[in-house]
């Protein structure tokens, strides 16, 4: 049972280290170009929102008003009340 939780361990270190690997390799490729920067600002605004509705069930209101300052911050002019994230916050 020992060599077996090693060898389960040893494989989880090994796929996280090529995860790591390949999104390092994803962050140094040059921009193409393909895409302005509102087209990206909106492209990571619904990945961020499709990425916090798959990890957090429900949120707390205090937790929800401090992801929308920090949504504010990140996305300016993008409409956070318009998604599904944030629409139980009143106006």
Known sequence: AGELLRGVADGELFADHMELQLLNEILSRPA??????????????DNLVAYLGRVTSTLEQADLEDLLVIWEA?????EARRTT??????P
Do not use: D, N, Q, Y
């Open 74 to 78: 990140a996305f300016t002019g993008a």
């Open 32 to 45: 193409t170009g393909s895409f302005g920067v509102a087209e990206r600002g909106i492209e990571a605004a």
């Open 85 to 90: 994230l944030f629409s139980a916050l009143s």
